[in-house]
C-alpha cells in the first residue's frame, strides 16, 4: 500500500500537511509566512539522501498556475520516479498538457542539475511504462519519468541561480531595453534541443504586447477559463500559506476585499469591480510593458518534446536570473481551447512565420501537442512572490 505524504524538505523534518496552524494571525499583514517560503532555502543540511535533497531544488521549478503538479516516488533504491498528480492539472487552458508537461521538464532539469551537484548522474527515461494518450482526459498514472542514479555527474554552472529564480509578476521597466548580447546568452543557456529564437527590436515589440493583451484578454473574459485562476487565486498570507501553490495576490485592495467576503470564487470577476480591474490591469501592464520576447519552438509536438521545452526554459530563467533580467512566461496566446484560436494562429505567423499546427485546438490523430512557449524579458529584480511556495507529495 503506499503511503502519501506531504513533505516539507527544506528545513529538514517530515510533516503530514501543509502547515495552516496559525495561519489566521496573519490576516492583514503583508509579506509572505517565512513557512510558506522556505523551499527556497533548499535542503536541511540534515538530509543525507541525495534524491531528496535533488527533490528539494527540484520543487521550486517554474510551473504553470503554480499547481506544482508533480509526485515524487522513492521506493525504488536509487531511483526516482515522477508522476502527474492527476487532481494539479488544468483542462481548460492546458487540455493537452502541455504547459503541466513542460512544468515538469524544468522539475526534472533541476533534479538532474542537483543530483550533479553531488556527484550523480541521472539516466532519464521518458513514459517508461508507455505513453499517455494526447488528451489530458486520457491521461492515467502512468510515470512521466524514472530518473536512475548512476556515478559521475558534472556539475552546471546554472544551479547557482535555482534558489534564486523567481518568476516576476510585475510590470517591466521600459526605460531599460534588452541588449542584443543579452538575448544571445538567453538564447545559449536554453539549449540546441529546441528551436530558440526571440527579439528584441524595438520596431517588432507593439506585435507582440498586443498580442499578449489581446491572447490575455480571450482568457479572462472566457468564463470557463477565468475560473480555472479564480479557482487557484490565493488573497492574502493565510490563504497562501494554507495552500502554497496557486496564483498568490498580497495587495492591500484584494485582501480587504475578501476580508469583507467581497471576492466571490463562484463567478467571473464582474467588470467594474475591483477584482476585474486588477486582473485587467495586472495583464495589460505585463504585456505592454515587455521590453524583448523570446520563445522555444519544436519540430514535432509529442508529450516528449514538451518535457524538453520545459527543460529549456529552466535554463534560459536561470541565465536571466544570473543577468539580472526579468523573465516571464505569457502562455494565453498559445493555448488550445477553441475561443483562442485566432491569437494562437496569430502568435504563430508572428514568432515562426507560419500557421499554427492545427485547427481550433483539435489534436491531429498522432499524439499532437502544440507547445511553443513564448516568453517576455525585460529588466527587473527577482522578488519572493507566488513563486516562493512550494509542496511536494511523495510517495515512499
Ligand atoms: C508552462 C508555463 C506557463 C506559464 N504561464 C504563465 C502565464 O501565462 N502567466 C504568468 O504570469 N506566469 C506563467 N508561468 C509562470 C508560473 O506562474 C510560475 O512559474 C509559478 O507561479 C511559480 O513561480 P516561480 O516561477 O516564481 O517559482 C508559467 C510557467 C510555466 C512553466
Same mark, same amino acid.
Given at each position: 500500500?503506499?503511503?502519501?505524504?506531504?513533505?516539507?524538505?527544506?528545513?529538514?523534518?517530515?510533516?503530514?500537511?501543509?502547515?495552516?496552524?496559525?495561519?489566521?494571525?496573519?490576516?492583514?499583514?503583508?509579506?509572505?509566512?517565512?513557512?510558506?517560503?522556505?523551499?527556497?532555502?533548499?535542503?536541511?543540511?540534515?538530509?543525507?539522501?541525495?534524491?531528496?535533497?535533488?527533490?528539494?531544488?527540484?520543487?521550486?521549478?517554474?510551473?504553470?498556475?503554480?499547481?506544482?503538479?508533480?509526485?515524487?516516488?522513492?521506493?525504488?533504491?536509487?531511483?526516482?520516479?515522477?508522476?502527474?498528480?492527476?487532481?494539479?492539472?488544468?483542462?481548460?487552458?492546458?487540455?493537452?498538457?502541455?504547459?503541466?508537461?513542460?512544468?515538469?521538464?524544468?522539475?526534472?532539469?533541476?533534479?538532474?542539475?542537483?543530483?550533479?551537484?553531488?556527484?550523480?548522474?541521472?539516466?532519464?527515461?521518458?513514459?517508461?511504462?508507455?505513453?499517455?494518450?494526447?488528451?489530458?482526459?486520457?491521461?492515467?498514472?502512468?510515470?512521466?519519468?524514472?530518473?536512475?542514479?548512476?556515478?559521475?555527474?558534472?556539475?552546471?554552472?546554472?544551479?547557482?541561480?535555482?534558489?534564486?529564480?523567481?518568476?516576476?509578476?510585475?510590470?517591466?521597466?521600459?526605460?531599460?531595453?534588452?541588449?542584443?548580447?543579452?538575448?544571445?546568452?538567453?538564447?545559449?543557456?536554453?539549449?540546441?534541443?529546441?528551436?530558440?529564437?526571440?527579439?528584441?527590436?524595438?520596431?517588432?515589440?507593439?506585435?507582440?504586447?498586443?498580442?499578449?493583451?489581446?491572447?490575455?484578454?480571450?482568457?479572462?473574459?472566457? &468564463? %470557463?477559463? #477565468?475560473?480555472?485562476?479564480?479557482?487557484?487565486? +490565493?488573497? =492574502? $498570507?493565510?490563504?497562501?500559506?494554507?495552500?502554497?501553490? /496557486?496564483?498568490?495576490?498580497?495587495?492591500?485592495?484584494?485582501?480587504?476585499?475578501?476580508?469583507?467576503?467581497?471576492?466571490?470564487?463562484?463567478?467571473?470577476?464582474?467588470?467594474?469591480?475591483?477584482?476585474?480591474?486588477?486582473?485587467?490591469?495586472?495583464?495589460?501592464?505585463?504585456?505592454?510593458?515587455?521590453?524583448?520576447?523570446?520563445?522555444?519552438?519544436?519540430?514535432?509536438?509529442?508529450?516528449?518534446?514538451?518535457?524538453?521545452?520545459?527543460?529549456?526554459?529552466?535554463?534560459?530563467?536561470?541565465?536571466?536570473?544570473?543577468?539580472?533580467?526579468?523573465?516571464?512566461?505569457?502562455?494565453?496566446?498559445?493555448?488550445?481551447?477553441?475561443?483562442?484560436?485566432?491569437?494562437?494562429?496569430?502568435?504563430?505567423?508572428?514568432?515562426?512565420?507560419?500557421?499554427?499546427?492545427?485547427?481550433?485546438?483539435?489534436?491531429? &490523430? %498522432?499524439? #499532437?501537442?502544440?507547445?511553443?512557449?513564448?516568453? +517576455?524579458? =525585460? $529588466?527587473?529584480?527577482?522578488?519572493?512572490?507566488?513563486? /516562493?511556495?512550494?509542496?511536494?507529495?511523495?510517495?515512499?
Amino acid at each position: 500500500m503506499q503511503r502519501r505524504t506531504f513533505i516539507r524538505l527544506a528545513g529538514g523534518g517530515l510533516v503530514c500537511t501543509a502547515a495552516a496552524a496559525g495561519a489566521g494571525a496573519y490576516a492583514l499583514r503583508s509579506g509572505y509566512p517565512a513557512q510558506a517560503v522556505e523551499a527556497w532555502q533548499g535542503p536541511s543540511a540534515a538530509e543525507a539522501d541525495p534524491r531528496r535533497r535533488a527533490l528539494a531544488y527540484a520543487i521550486t521549478a517554474p510551473n504553470p498556475h503554480n499547481l506544482q503538479p508533480w509526485l515524487a516516488d522513492l521506493r525504488e533504491p536509487g531511483v526516482i520516479t515522477v508522476h502527474t498528480d492527476p487532481e494539479r492539472v488544468l483542462p481548460q487552458t492546458d487540455p493537452f498538457g502541455r504547459q503541466i508537461l513542460i512544468g515538469h521538464g524544468a522539475f526534472l532539469e533541476l533534479l538532474v542539475m542537483a543530483l550533479a551537484e553531488q556527484g550523480f548522474g541521472a539516466e532519464v527515461a521518458l513514459w517508461p511504462d508507455g505513453a499517455l494518450p494526447a488528451g489530458l482526459d486520457g491521461w492515467d498514472r502512468r510515470p512521466v519519468a524514472r530518473l536512475r542514479l548512476v556515478p559521475g555527474g558534472v556539475a552546471d554552472p546554472l544551479f547557482t541561480q535555482v534558489l534564486r529564480r523567481r518568476t516576476p509578476k510585475s510590470d517591466y521597466d521600459t526605460a531599460r531595453p534588452v541588449a542584443p548580447a543579452t538575448l544571445r546568452a538567453l538564447l545559449d543557456a536554453a539549449g540546441p534541443s529546441v528551436d530558440r529564437a526571440g527579439t528584441v527590436d524595438a520596431d517588432r515589440l507593439p506585435a507582440l504586447r498586443r498580442l499578449c493583451w489581446e491572447s490575455a484578454k480571450v482568457e479572462l473574459l472566457t &468564463p %470557463a477559463t #477565468v475560473m480555472e485562476s479564480v479557482h487557484l487565486t +490565493r488573497v =492574502g $498570507p493565510s490563504e497562501i500559506l494554507r495552500h502554497r501553490d /496557486g496564483i498568490s495576490i498580497n495587495t492591500a485592495v484584494p485582501r480587504i476585499a475578501a476580508a469583507l467576503g467581497q471576492f466571490d470564487r463562484s463567478a467571473p470577476p464582474p467588470p467594474g469591480s475591483p477584482a476585474y480591474d486588477q486582473m485587467m490591469a495586472r495583464f495589460r501592464g505585463h504585456s505592454d510593458s515587455a521590453m524583448g520576447f523570446v520563445w522555444l519552438a519544436t519540430r514535432a509536438q509529442r508529450h516528449a518534446d514538451a518535457v524538453a521545452a520545459g527543460r529549456a526554459y529552466v535554463r534560459l530563467q536561470l541565465q536571466a536570473t544570473a543577468l539580472g533580467v526579468a523573465v516571464h512566461p505569457m502562455s494565453q496566446a498559445l493555448q488550445e481551447f477553441p475561443e483562442m484560436a485566432a491569437c494562437r494562429e496569430q502568435a504563430h505567423r508572428l514568432t515562426l512565420g507560419r500557421g499554427a499546427p492545427q485547427a481550433e485546438g483539435r489534436p491531429h &490523430p %498522432a499524439d #499532437v501537442l502544440p507547445h511553443r512557449s513564448s516568453h +517576455r524579458t =525585460g $529588466p527587473g529584480h527577482a522578488t519572493p512572490t507566488a513563486g /516562493g511556495l512550494r509542496r511536494l507529495r511523495l510517495v515512499q
